[in-house]
């Protein structure tokens, strides 16, 4: 056997030799072959020269579809193949030949000249020049025939020389026969070998399927998430406009009228900071929830973001919408658990019912600009799109415009309103109330242009003018009173509100054991530690602290006891009844009790009858504020001044 196959590698060594030295006798021949990968190289010029003529025709038509960017691409892609006319075998042939060479040098100059002027040229110059470019096409199909043709011949030459190998290759066949046995037996071995690679690709098949339809189904959890909201399950923002879109265009074609409806909750964020944001995203599916079981095939609900949602109808007449609006605050403000806590929420609402407007973004904004209005209004308050509110938004414009030079132009003034001792009505300070001596509108409240400020950024500048002419009149006073200043959330959201109430009492010479500063619960209990270290800091300085409109926020007691706060106000809504209503009664008596053991003072304000204050006298209330002992007003009596105590 092993005769056998030394005889066999002999004899193949032997054959191979004699193949080999036939190879490199007919290798040139062999060679020859390559001729007609150049004949293919010149057709495909060819075509491409005919079909940049082609597309430059129909660009000078005025064809849409064709480019000057498309002509530049073939353009390119023909001086790519211009290049073949220079090298190898091809650009021998090429030269041996006359006629050859010129047309190539005529092709040459025609497409420099295309790559040098081709933006230039407008569509009549370029239909011009097409005619001298055609005058070329019978010489390139020539030449392309003519390299056919030579390596047509060639083959044919070369094909007789190489059946001369066929015959000697036909000797080997019985070999291969012999080799071919040998080789099936490797052959069953290795089937063996792809069988059970062909089970491992049936397995990784199996398993990319099933990847396969796991990525689908994300893909569609996926288009399912970019238009739904993740955490209430309602329709997003995204799908809300598209909706919007979509009801306009079936709303003007069958000329029914379009309901946008947007309410956002109040409270919502006096939850979320006393709670956590658990607790309010806990209540926002809460409230989702509702919703969505008061939605039908015309009333769709959608939550936008945060605590602001949105209604899209297109059968609701305004009457109806109103009526639909009640009921959504109807089911909002019952109740909801969270945690241990039973709590209370409301929402605003504002309406826009419109069978004229089809633009979606208008029909936004006036819902917005409704939603606005009833927030102004207070909580759970609805109201409808009317014209004037644009005229009223118009209105906020020129005001922000106003305020940006009323602290300039000293048109910021401050009303003071006393604070007396409850039992026995001596003066205990006064309270700072700013006021807007608008050039036109006159004596314009707080109430009106304060949140304007806060959101424009003027009421750092607007605070600090009103620290200034407050503590520059209470250094006026014999009577050491206090004066009490008025403090936005904003200004307590910057460090620098520290360093310009330091600078305030050190430029007026005010004493900072006679300086109040009164804040807002809702500035208080948020999750930034700013505010708190601005009070902190502002404490030690000798200012007093005091909690304004107490008890009509969610307080949290930890902090007030952290913060050691000096005053507690009680709200005026719970003064107002205080002499009349027992529950009142209560809950005045236990923020009495709680501010004594916080060793804090208690404050009433709006107290306005002598009931009220005897009411207030038996509870235990340290000091009162109210039009019984005076009216906010811009001077105070020179009796005060002079050091009179007694209002």
Request: hydrophobic share 40%.
């Amino acid at each position: 056997m092993n005769r056998i196959l030394v005889g066999i590698i002999f004899f193949l060594f032997i054959t191979t030799g004699y193949i080999s030295f036939l190879l490199h006798e007919r290798q040139e021949d062999l060679q020859k072959l390559n001729h007609y990968k150049d004949s293919w190289s010149v057709s495909q010029m060819v075509s491409e020269y005919y079909r940049l003529e082609s597309w430059i025709s129909r660009y000078s038509d005025n064809n849409p579809d064709i480019t000057m960017d498309d002509l530049r691409m073939r353009l390119e892609i023909m001086l790519s193949q211009r290049e073949l006319l220079k090298e190898g075998d091809l650009g021998k042939y090429v030269k041996s030949n006359k006629s050859h060479n010129a047309l190539a040098k005529n092709l040459h100059e025609t497409l420099d000249y295309l790559d040098h002027h081709l933006e230039g040229m407008t569509r009549a110059q370029l239909a011009d020049y097409l005619e001298k470019m055609y005058a070329l096409d019978s010489s390139l199909s020539q030449f392309s025939s003519s390299a056919l043709s030579n390596d047509v011949n060639s083959i044919n030459e070369t094909n007789q020389n190489i059946q001369k190998l066929y015959r000697i290759y036909s000797g080997l066949s019985v070999l291969l026969i012999i080799l071919s046995a040998i080789l099936g037996v490797l052959n069953v071995c290795q089937n063996r070998k792809i069988l059970k690679t062909h089970r491992q690709v049936t397995s990784l098949a199996n398993e990319l399927q099933k990847s396969k339809e796991i990525l689908q189904q994300q893909n569609k959890k996926l288009a399912y998430d970019v238009y739904h909201d993740s955490l209430t399950g309602l329709k997003n923002r995204l799908y809300f406009w598209d909706d919007l879109i979509n009801n306009i265009s079936i709303a003007s074609r069958i000329h029914r009228p379009v309901t946008v409806m947007l309410f956002d909750l109040d409270r919502f964020k006096e939850v979320n900071d006393s709670f956590g944001h658990d607790a309010g995203d806990l209540l926002l599916r809460e409230v989702a929830h509702r919703l969505s079981s008061m939605s039908n095939e015309t009333n769709t609900f959608y939550r936008l973001g945060g605590d602001e949602f949105a209604l899209l109808s297109h059968e609701l007449t305004e009457e109806s919408a109103v009526n639909l609006a009640m009921e959504i605050c109807e089911c909002i403000k019952k109740p909801y658990i969270i945690g241990n806590s039973n709590v209370t929420i409301g929402t605003c609402v504002g309406i826009v019912v419109s069978e004229l407007e089809r633009r979606s973004d208008y029909l936004y904004k006036f819902a917005d600009l409704a939603l606005y209005e009833a927030k102004r209004a207070g909580l759970n308050m609805i109201k409808v799109f009317r014209r004037i509110m644009l005229q009223k938004l118009e209105e906020s414009r020129t005001l922000e415009r106003d305020l940006s030079v009323a602290v300039a132009n000293k048109e910021l003034v401050v009303y003071y309103q006393p604070i007396v001792d409850s039992y026995t009505t001596e003066i205990y300070g006064y309270e700072a109330l700013l006021r807007w001596n608008h050039p036109v509108k006159g004596i314009i409240a707080p109430d009106d242009f304060i949140s304007v400020a806060e959101k424009t950024g003027f009421i750092h500048e607007i605070g600090k003018a009103a620290l200034e002419i407050a503590c520059k009149e209470a250094t006026t006073w014999k009577v050491p009173a206090r004066i009490s200043v008025n403090v936005s959330p904003v200004q307590l959201s910057s460090m620098n509100f520290v360093d310009t109430v330091r600078a305030v009492l050190a430029e007026t010479g005010l004493p900072a054991t006679r300086l109040e500063l009164e804040v807002t619960e809702s500035s208080l209990f948020t999750d930034s530690e700013t505010p708190i270290e601005i009070l902190m800091a502002l404490r030690v300085l000798g200012i007093k602290i005091s909690i304004d409109d107490f008890g009509t926020g969610y307080s949290s007691l930890s902090r007030l006891i952290q913060l050691g706060f000096d005053k507690i106000k009680i709200d005026k809504s719970f003064v107002r009844t205080i002499s009349t209503d027992e529950e009142t009664q209560t809950i005045a008596k236990l923020m009495v009790g709680m501010a004594k053991c916080l060793d804090m003072i208690i404050i009433a304000e709006g107290v306005e009858t002598n009931d009220q204050l005897l009411c207030l006298q038996r509870l235990g209330c340290d000091l009162a504020q109210g039009y019984l002992f005076g009216k906010p007003a811009p001077f105070i009596s020179q009796s005060i001044k002079a050091g009179e105590t007694l209002v």
